[in-house]
C-alpha cells in the first residue's frame, strides 16, 4: 500500500512539477512561500512541529 502511494506521488510529481506541491505544504502548515529557498528553515520548521506532537503524545 505505501508503495502504491509513493508511486502516485511520483506520477503527481512528474506531471504538475514539484512547486505546486510544495505551495499546497506551506499552505497546509501556514507558511510563506519565501520558505521554500531556504531548506534549513524547512527542516527546522518540520523538526519543531515532530517535537511538538511527539511532547503532546507523551502527555496523554
Same mark, same amino acid.
Request: proline share 2%.
Given at each position: 500500500?505505501?508503495?502504491? &502511494?509513493?508511486? /502516485?506521488?511520483?506520477?503527481?510529481? *512528474?506531471l504538475v512539477?514539484?512547486?505546486? %506541491?510544495?505551495?499546497?505544504?506551506?499552505?497546509?502548515? &501556514?507558511?510563506? /512561500?519565501?520558505?521554500?529557498?531556504? *531548506?534549513?528553515?524547512?527542516?527546522?520548521? %518540520?523538526?519543531?512541529?515532530?517535537?511538538?506532537?511527539?511532547?503532546?503524545?507523551?502527555?496523554?
Amino acid at each position: 500500500m505505501l508503495d502504491r &502511494g509513493k508511486a /502516485y506521488l511520483a506520477h503527481v510529481v *512528474e506531471l504538475v512539477g514539484c512547486q505546486p %506541491l510544495d505551495e499546497a505544504v506551506c499552505d497546509a502548515y &501556514g507558511w510563506e /512561500y519565501d520558505v521554500l529557498a531556504d *531548506e534549513e528553515a524547512i527542516l527546522r520548521r %518540520l523538526l519543531a512541529l515532530n517535537l511538538e506532537r511527539a511532547a503532546r503524545q507523551s502527555q496523554g
